[in-house]
């Protein structure tokens, strides 16, 4: 079955530690995408990736990292200089990047540091 | 700016109601609007889309019709089950080479519904 893994569900971390989220697509998709959840809000765009090897900041990278070196890979690190690092992370796929491209969702990551 | 509002949650009824999820946006150029549904401890799932003005998308009942007069694309439903109790976002993306694929999403609204 083609789909998109997100693990571990739910993280949990003590403040100051980086942690990195795993996202990983069967899909043969070369878009990929971050986004984070707050309750009562809607997604926000974090990084993403048109291709492999290449990424551009969303409206809200500061504190956050990402690397693209495999087509099928996209993970995300949270680092300390992240002030409020507790949200829902979901990634997302899409065959190519574009407005043209329907975005496939993972079941997201849930972290909560304290 | 580019933005989208929703209508404030949550919004609870009873089984077989009618369901009306208000959706307002702002945007710079020309957008295809989206709902996505998200289930309890889910990712998002795209429940439909349309790209153009008067388009209409449908899906497992629900519709919204994409009104540029008014900027808005509201999700009805005409009977709404138990199964139905979720999160929808409304979302909007841009046409144009030099803009991504990016979403940009409506805060959500919560449905609740009670047998």
């Known amino acids: 079955d083609g789909g998109i893994t997100q693990s571990p569900k739910y993280l949990f971390r003590k403040e100051g530690q980086n942690v990195t989220l795993s996202c990983e697509q069967n899909?043969?998709?070369?878009?990929m995408y971050w986004y984070r959840q707050d309750p009562g809000q809607g997604l926000r765009l974090i990084y993403y990736s048109q291709i492999v090897n290449d990424f551009q900041k969303g409206d809200i990278a500061e504190g956050y990292s990402v690397s693209r070196e495999k087509k099928e890979s996209f993970p995300l690190t949270v680092t300390s200089a992240q002030k409020n690092p507790t949200a829902f992370y979901l990634c997302?796929?899409?065959?190519?990047?574009?407005?043209?491209?329907?975005?496939?969702f993972g079941p997201g990551t849930r972290l909560t540091v304290t | 700016g580019n933005s989208v509002t929703q209508m404030e949650g949550p919004v609870t009824l009873s089984e077989e109601a009618f369901l009306t999820i208000n959706c307002t946006y702002t945007a710079t150029g020309y957008p295809s609007l989206f709902w996505y549904v998200q289930y309890p401890g889910e990712g998002l799932q795209l429940l439909l889309k349309a790209t153009k003005a008067d388009d209409k998308g449908s899906n497992k009942g629900f519709e919204a019709t994409y009104r540029k007069e008014t900027t808005s694309f509201h999700l009805e439903k005409g009977s709404v089950q138990v199964s139905d109790s979720a999160v929808y976002f409304c979302a909007l993306r841009l046409y144009g080479s030099s803009n991504t694929g990016k979403l940009i999403f409506g805060q959500g609204t919560t449905l609740q519904v009670k047998p």
């Open positions: 899909l043969n998709h070369d878009a």
């Open positions: 997302a796929s899409s065959i190519k990047d574009g407005d043209l491209y329907e975005q496939y």
